[in-house]
């Protein structure tokens, strides 16, 4: 327990991550302290995995091909609740810039369903990551928002959305903001079913004007990729397909309020202008 505490410390720097470690000889001897037995070792040890895992390690290719990704699956299921936070947290960081095929192991061997159940129900750390494994695995790719509403179905998304939405917990609801911000931002049809929901939307909306800089940031990329949508397809000359939606909320109004505000901060001041551009003319 104490050589992967160190480990750990040692592979949060990023330099050393990227130059010593590979040569270490590491990644072998802590995947099997992760399988060990003891509870305390397999703590110490999946806290240390995370940070090999994400896009700029260069061991994480060598931990997909240690079969990494079953492991983390498998502890996803432990009884212990460190270990299943370490476990998703793993997962998560793999997301990032991965391809499509680790992106399928992981839907495969986890489970949409399942990630769905962790990120509602439980402890609040495992909410988080779970809800953070569903933002990654749907972001920037054509597979995983398909394969959440493959999973799920229509109804159970919106459902999950409006859990999370409401959660207390801030970091929950910025996941879930980014959650729907990928789906809407894909095909047409999975925009819909958000659109579709009023009260769905208006929450989206409403947290566009949240105190909480990272959760504004996040309503309005949703806005916007809603706004992205044209009536007549790619035509950039179209009106925005769900114009009507968008206008029942009052989002060209609550856009220009929020423009008008001096103590707007620079990143929400940003996605507000962006979100504007999408509206012709301003609001009487």
Same mark, same amino acid.
């Given at each position: 327990? #104490? ?12 330099? $050393? ?49 240690? *079969? ?5 699956? /498998?502890?996803?299921? %432990? ?10 947290? *793993? ?5 990032? *810039? ?13 489970? $949409?369903?399942?990630? %769905?159940?962790?990120?509602?129900? @439980? ?7 779970? !809800? @953070?494994?569903? /933002? ?10 398909? #394969? ?7 109804? /159970?998304?919106?459902?999950?959305? /409006? ?30 079913? $958000? ?14 004007? %949240?105190?909480?800089?990272?959760? !504004? $940031? *996040? ?13 007549? @397809? ?18 060209? %109004? ?31």
């Amino acid at each position: 327990a #104490a050589a992967c505490l160190c480990t750990q410390y040692i592979v949060r720097s990023v330099p $050393i991550c990227r130059t010593h470690v590979p040569e270490s000889g590491l990644l072998r001897p802590l995947l099997a302290l992760v399988r060990s037995s003891a509870t305390s070792v397999q703590e110490k040890a999946t806290a240390a995995l995370i940070n090999l895992l994400p896009d700029f390690s260069p061991l994480r290719a060598d931990a997909l091909k240690e *079969g990494v990704v079953d492991v983390l699956a /498998q502890l996803v299921e %432990s009884e212990h609740v460190t270990i299943r936070r370490n476990a998703l947290w *793993g997962l998560r960081n793999l997301l990032v *810039g991965t391809d499509d095929d680790t992106r399928r192991q992981i839907i495969e061997h986890v489970g $949409i369903a399942r990630l %769905s159940t962790l990120a509602q129900t @439980g402890d609040k750390a495992v909410r988080e990551q779970a !809800a @953070g494994v569903l /933002q990654n695995v749907t972001a920037e790719n054509e597979v995983g928002a398909q #394969a959440v509403f493959d999973a799920l179905g229509a109804p /159970q998304v919106v459902k999950l959305l /409006q859990t999370l939405l409401a959660s207390e917990d801030s970091a929950v609801t910025v996941h879930a903001l980014y959650l729907a911000n990928n789906i809407a931002v894909r095909e047409r049809s999975l925009c819909e079913l $958000i659109v579709g929901d009023r009260e769905l939307l208006q929450t989206i909306v409403d947290y566009a004007r %949240s105190p909480v800089s990272e959760a !504004a $940031i *996040g309503a309005l990329w949703c806005i916007n990729s809603i706004a992205s949508h044209r009536a007549d @397809g790619d035509s950039d000359s179209s009106e925005p397909r769900f114009l009507a939606q968008l206008e029942a909320q009052n989002v060209q %109004s609550m856009l220009e309020t929020l423009l008008g505000d001096p103590g707007l901060c620079l990143g929400v001041r940003d996605r507000v202008k962006s979100c504007l551009d999408y509206f012709s003319s301003p609001a009487i």
